[in-house]
């Protein structure tokens, strides 16, 4: 009976954390897949959601910022807020860059907020990091808390992607995908790319944001070193890849398949002994960098095609149609 | 002794959509060969398709006896083949000398000093220049680098994508006169050229070609006074 | 005199090493930009397998860090081009921020693969005070600072005869400024792109060694690079060799020139911010002067 429970309490734990990464799949599916925008920084919009909203809903301590005591309700429309006014900072300062620098700049951005949260104790609790945030219905008992938490995720989840595939169908969807592709066409018609590109970028990050959040409450912890920001940013890629940028379907079920690989060889690789279990992680790293080669060579359109153009090129300087090219233009 | 020819040459830049559909086309040793005719004609796709630098479909090309149909551009050039393309044909960033030493890449130190003192012969002015870098020359003397560039490892046979575009007439003239003395040398020359009469004056033979197809071919003086050729493009 | 002696101990003299640092870290990648037109995010990771390759010789062998260079230099060298054959030259007939995304994958698998065989604690090439001497009888240099700067200015010197004298150097500029009329010369794009690889790991390999040797040798280390060489190489303007030597001199005294207690009293900047000094010059030339300090369009 007691292993019974075990193995619900995880698949519980397994979905609520897909619907989790579902939620920021689909947030840089609305960067990059739809808009193009290239972003690296994916843990810097997490961790603001998740710094904010434990802010706002912690009691004094004294150890860091906090005592507004605010329901969730209030305080993750705050963190999405906040994200998206970073985001907003950013992309007014980079959006008319080259992709690749827009990805170093975020890159940039997300190291910093690492240092932030590291270095303003008074706000963050420094390296201590903010604990004791609550986790909504854990009055509950037994696995009803898990189950209500995961149904919370799994609706807001359902909305995201309800939004997010209005958003892609809708006139909005359109034109930032005829941006992706043909900036200069879209220019010409007379778009306004740069706002729009802006707007693309904000949503995103705010749905990075709201994942955040969620995450904090869920683990009732967050600190610095809660989360590994690189192994975030890097999962979440590789499942809109394996997914199908473009699609917010793929970006869904990416993120299930990624997760769900990722969550179980975890629960097979800690039975190996002592210093083998310690360094299973990196194995299993490694092998989803592979998955990831594989599937850029071998299903440039990710596993979930949708027959719409998977990677968004600008070519910025277009070299005249007569020249061969042996190198990728742009 | 024919030393380039195009074989009933059907081409384009992918692998369907041809632009060429059968052309025919033969340089022979010591000559200047023009291909003229009207804007979207073919007639650039087909000198660059002498070079590697599209999809054969149908038909062949030789160099000499030689079949290099698909063959590499890489490859074509160490068969003795130099292309100067229209745009871009010189690497801006590097000086005069560094253009023309990478024209003989593949050559040997010595080949590559004796092919400096035959070009800087050829044109003075690059002597000069030799240490500036390219891309801050004026138009001509950037078209001298880039001819001269081809002509570094010596070649049979040296294709010109429009030479003279973009050039004054002063300049124009100047650069009729470099093909003329290149080809004294005793390299062959296959050019393209939008200022037909005046290539088709300096020219042995020329070639007409309208929408992808031979249209008529002679010799350069009998193209300019053919009347035909004359309405179509040459401008009366 | 104190002051002044404080201010080159502790502010220029540590500037001037992770600016050389940064230096070779950015020549690899804007010599790479300009031959393959991407931006190769596993530069940095790159860098840490240098810094292990040597820790490995050192380790064994009992090597002096710099006698453990050229092992480590081969080492990064065949890693690279192992990650051109079976992960870039595949992609590169696709749009190059497929290359962008590949490399950050490659990135995540360097790091994997070296925290699995050496751990997640940093480690150390020598222990304990190391030997300093007297310089102009007044300021003390360690002597592994003599040897970063001092092999950081050769290599560099190195590096601008093989680009200006060489055959192979002088086929690399080309490649950078006109990949088609490269080819069209005869100019086999895929030996410059090896090459291009080797020499760029190979610096890599050099940045890291010192990096480690300076500090320690960490799995992170090398990713925590990118930002500083990134921004190094965008200011000299990517693709541009010497840009780079000069811009990465420029972010590493600006990181430790920003901590040095300008206006008296406390430090201007918190050391803790120093690698946002690195992206605020990024922003700011992003901004101002996307090409970099010295002009002409990036192609």
Redesign the interface.
């Known amino acids: 009976m007691d292993i019974l429970i075990g193995y619900v309490n995880y698949a519980i734990a397994l979905a609520t954390m897909i619907g989790i990464y579902a939620i920021m799949a689909t947030g840089l599916n609305i960067q990059w897949g739809l808009t193009g925008l ?1 972003n ?1 920084g994916i843990a810097g919009f997490f961790a603001v959601g998740a710094y904010s909203s434990a802010i706002l809903t912690t009691a004094a301590t004294g150890k860091h910022l906090g005592g507004f005591d605010l329901p969730v309700v209030f305080a993750w429309p705050a963190a999405m807020a906040l994200s998206a006014l970073l985001a907003w900072a950013v992309a007014r ?2 959006i008319r ?1 080259r ?3 827009l ?3 975020t ?3 997300a ?2 907020v690492r ?1 932030v949260l ?2 303003e104790q008074w706000a963050t609790g420094g390296t201590r990091g903010i604990s004791n945030i609550s986790r909504p219905f854990e009055d509950l008992t037994g696995m009803w808390a898990g189950l209500a938490f995961l149904s919370l995720v799994l609706a807001l989840a359902a909305a995201v992607y309800w939004l997010a595939e209005s958003g892609r169908l809708s006139p909005w969807g359109r034109v930032v995908q005829a941006i992706r592709d043909n900036e200069d066409a879209a220019r010409a018609s007379g778009k306004d790319v740069e706002a729009l590109r802006i707007q693309g970028f904000v949503i995103g990050a705010a749905l990075m944001g709201l994942t955040g959040a969620l995450t904090a409450h869920y683990l009732k912890f967050i600190g610095p070193e809660a989360t590994d920001p ?2 975030i940013t ?1 999962l979440v ?2 499942m809109l ?1 394996v997914g199908g940028s473009g699609s917010n379907k793929g970006a869904v079920l990416g993120a299930a398949l990624i997760w769900s690989l990722w969550s179980t060889s975890e629960l097979l690789t800690s039975r190996l002994p002592g210093e083998w279990a ?2 299973a992680p ?2 299993r ?2 092998l ?3 998955i ?2 594989f599937v ?2 071998k299903f ?1 359109a990710g596993l979930m095609s949708t027959g719409a153009r998977n ?3 600008k070519p910025k ?1 277009p ?12 | 002794m024919t030393l380039l020819s195009l074989e009933g040459l059907v081409a384009g830049y992918g692998p369907d959509v041809p632009i060429l559909h059968g052309v025919n086309i033969r340089l022979q040793a010591g000559e200047i060969v023009s291909i003229v005719g009207p804007n979207g004609a073919g007639k650039s796709t087909a000198m660059k398709s002498a070079f590697g630098l599209l999809n054969v479909h149908q038909g062949k090309i030789l160099i000499g006896t030689e079949d290099v149909t698909n063959s590499r551009p890489e490859a074509i050039v160490r068969k003795g083949v130099s292309f100067v393309p229209q745009t871009e044909n010189v690497f801006a960033s590097l000086t005069v000398q560094e253009n023309l030493e990478l024209g003989g890449y593949f050559n040997s130190r010595s080949h590559v000093a004796a092919g400096l003192d035959r070009v800087y012969s050829l044109f003075p002015p690059l002597r000069e220049k030799r240490h500036q870098k390219s891309g801050l020359l004026s138009g001509g003397q950037r078209q001298m680098v880039a001819m001269g560039r081809a002509l570094m490892p010596d070649p049979k046979i040296v294709l010109l994508d429009e030479p003279t575009a973009g050039l004054s007439p002063k300049y124009a003239d100047e650069i009729f006169k470099l093909i003329i003395d290149i080809n004294a040398s005793g390299t062959a020359v296959l050019m393209v050229e939008q200022n037909a009469r005046q290539a088709l004056m300096i020219s042995n033979r020329g070639y007409v070609l309208v929408d992808g197809r031979n249209r008529h071919e002679g010799t350069g003086a009998g193209l300019v006074r053919d009347r035909e050729v004359a309405e179509m493009f040459l401008g009366g | 005199m104190d002051q002044a002696l404080m201010f080159v101990n502790a502010y220029l003299i540590p500037g001037l090493v992770s600016g050389s640092i940064y230096a070779l870290g950015a020549i690899g990648l804007t010599l790479l930009f300009g031959v393959l037109r991407f931006t190769h995010f596993a530069h940095g990771d790159v860098m840490t397998a240098g810094a292990y390759l040597a820790l490995a010789g050192v380790g064994l062998f009992g090597l002096h860090p710099i006698m453990a260079l050229p092992l480590a230099m081969a080492g990064t060298s065949l890693l690279c081009l192992g990650i051109n054959h079976f992960f870039y030259a595949p992609l590169m007939k696709r749009p190059s921020l497929v290359l962008t995304i590949s490399s950050f994958g490659v990135a995540l698998m360097i790091r994997a693969a070296i925290q699995l065989i050496y751990g997640v604690e940093s480690q150390y090439y020598v222990r304990g005070i190391q030997k300093s001497r007297e310089v102009f009888g007044t300021f003390r240099i360690v002597d592994r600072h003599i040897w970063i700067g001092c092999s950081a200015v050769a290599l560099m010197l190195a590096l601008h005869l093989l680009l200006t004298r060489t055959r192979l150097g002088k086929a690399m500029r080309a490649v950078s400024d006109s990949p088609d009329l490269a080819r069209l010369t005869g100019i086999s794009t895929t030996t410059v792109i090896r090459y291009t690889w080797v020499i760029g790991g190979s610096l890599a390999a050099v940045a890291g060694v010192f990096l480690g040797w300076d500090g320690y040798v960490h799995a992170n280390m090398g990713w925590d690079q990118l930002l500083p060489i990134s921004a190094a190489a965008i200011l000299g303007g990517l693709g541009r060799p010497y840009g780079a030597m000069v811009g990465g001199l420029v972010i590493g005294m600006a990181e430790e020139l920003s901590s040095y207690p300008w206006l008296g009293g406390d430090a201007l900047l918190s050391p803790g911010y120093k690698t946002g000094v690195a992206f605020a010059i990024m922003v700011a030339m992003l901004i101002w002067r996307p090409n970099g300090l010295f002009g002409e369009k990036v192609r």
Do not use: M
């Open positions: 290239f690296l300062i980079c860059l992709a690749d620098y990805a170093i700049a890159i940039g951005i190291e910093i240092l590291k270095n690189l192994q890097f890629w590789v890849i310690h360094r990196f194995v790293l490694f989803v960098g592979l990831l080669q850029l060579q440039p990677t968004p090129s300087k070299s005249s149609r007569n020249t061969v090219h042996v190198l990728p233009p742009f």
